[in-house]
Structure formats: structure tokens, C-alpha cells
């Protein structure tokens, strides 16, 4: 079965720390996705990637950055994290093909203090 | 832009009652399309999709959703839901060649039992 893992289900930071959130997929996908779900606001897409070191910004990229060394791994970096980054953040990847969903982890909830 | 409408943002319905989530979208060409679901605490997966062929999709857990072109929707109906099915739900659309997909805000529909 397919599996996207994100490293932490809750993480409490700082302001002005340097935050990394990790994410792992096993399904050699080519595609994966940064998302930030907020209350009525759905999914808003942070950053993408679609192959290694190939990023591209979504609605929402200030702030934040991205690292795609390897094909399963896909990790968001708060450069220096601000209280109203604190939010449910979701990694999700999928293949090239047209028709195919995405899968998505379990969510980091990330609270900035 | 694309943009995805979901004009329901809370629903509360008793066991056994019918339910019909409405989605509309902006785009006028070719359109994947896909709800999926968020159950508390877990992660979001994929109760259905649409890319071609009969309008009528079913899904999982007896949802069903029916694509009008004409409309611009894709709205999600179960005829008798159950306590379980409370959770979130998001309806999502993916312009034709595109890898990336457009949210909705979703609607949160609670089940009494």
C-alpha cells in the first residue's frame, strides 16, 4: 500500500527558529507536494516538486522553502518561523500520470510560539 | 486561476438521511476530477475520481458523484449516510496537463446517530 510518512505529528518551535519538516513517500512518485490546511481556508499549496532538485511555487511560498535531494524525500523549511505559520502542514505525492490521485501523510501540526 | 467552490462549509445530517455535497469549478476545458475525505485524526484519501467516460463515478463506502459539464460540478451524494461517515470532505479539480490540483475550502459534515 501506498505510504507518505511526514517525521513529526506535532512539533512545537519557537519564533524566528529555522524549522524542518520531513516527508517520505515509497512509491517512487515523481511528484510531491507541500500543503498548509488552516480552518476554511481547505489546502493551500506551498510548494512543488516535480522530479529531484526541481521545485516550483505554489499560492503560498513566503516564508518558506523547499529541498527535494532525493526522489522520496521532500522536506519544507520554515527559514525563520513566524506565529501565523503555526498551522496543520500536509505532504503528499503522486505519479506523472494524468489520472492518478494524490496520497497524502498524516500531517505535521506545527505550533510556533 | 482555477478556482474550486464547495458552498456547503458545515453540514449536520441524522443517520439514514441523504446527502449531497455540491462542488463547482471555473475552468472550461478538459478537468480531472476527485473528492476526497478527512476523517478525525487521520489523513486524507481518495473516495473518488473522474477523468473520462460515464459521468456517474462511485466510490467507496457508497458515495457516488455525478460530473455536469454543462454545470461546471461535481457533487457528491450518499443516499443514507452513517455516524462514520463524519468528517471532512474536499472536492478538488485538476486542469487537463496539469500535474497540480485546485482544493476546495471542504465542508465538515457531522452524522448524529
Known amino acids: 500500500d501506498v505510504k507518505v510518512t511526514q517525521s513529526s505529528r506535532y512539533l512545537v518551535k519557537r519564533t524566528g527558529e529555522k524549522v524542518f519538516l520531513e516527508c517520505v513517500q515509497d512509491m517512487d512518485h515523481e511528484n510531491m507536494f507541500w500543503y498548509r490546511q488552516d480552518p476554511g481556508l481547505g489546502l493551500r499549496l506551498i510548494y512543488f516538486?516535480?522530479?529531484?532538485?526541481?521545485?516550483e511555487k505554489g499560492d503560498i511560498p513566503e516564508g518558506y522553502s523547499v529541498s527535494r535531494e532525493k526522489k522520496e524525500r521532500f522536506s519544507l523549511i520554515l527559514e525563520s518561523a513566524s506565529t501565523n505559520q503555526t498551522s496543520m502542514y500536509l505532504c503528499?505525492?503522486?505519479?506523472?500520470?494524468?489520472?492518478?490521485?494524490?496520497?497524502f501523510g498524516d500531517g505535521t501540526r506545527l505550533s510556533i510560539l | 486561476a482555477q478556482s474550486v467552490s464547495q458552498h456547503n462549509h458545515h453540514v449536520i445530517l441524522s443517520e439514514a438521511a441523504s446527502l449531497e455535497l455540491g462542488c463547482n469549478y471555473s475552468?472550461?476545458?478538459?478537468?480531472?476530477l476527485f473528492w476526497y475525505v478527512q476523517y478525525p485524526g487521520q489523513h486524507l484519501q481518495l473516495l473518488l475520481k473522474?477523468?473520462?467516460?460515464?459521468?456517474l463515478v462511485k466510490g467507496i463506502k457508497g458515495f457516488e458523484a455525478e460530473f455536469i459539464k454543462s454545470k461546471f460540478s461535481f457533487n457528491l451524494r450518499k443516499p443514507s449516510v452513517q455516524w462514520s461517515d463524519t468528517a471532512e470532505y474536499f472536492c478538488?479539480?485538476?486542469?487537463?496537463?496539469?500535474?497540480?490540483?485546485?482544493f476546495g475550502r471542504g465542508t465538515s459534515l457531522i452524522v448524529h446517530p
Open positions: 478538488a479539480v485538476r486542469e487537463g496537463g496539469s500535474y497540480i490540483p485546485t
Open positions: 503528499a505525492s503522486s505519479s506523472m500520470g494524468n489520472n492518478q490521485p494524490q496520497h
Open positions: 475552468y472550461g476545458g478538459t478537468v480531472n
Open positions: 473522474y477523468f473520462s467516460g460515464d459521468p
Open positions: 516538486s516535480y522530479d529531484v532538485k526541481m521545485k
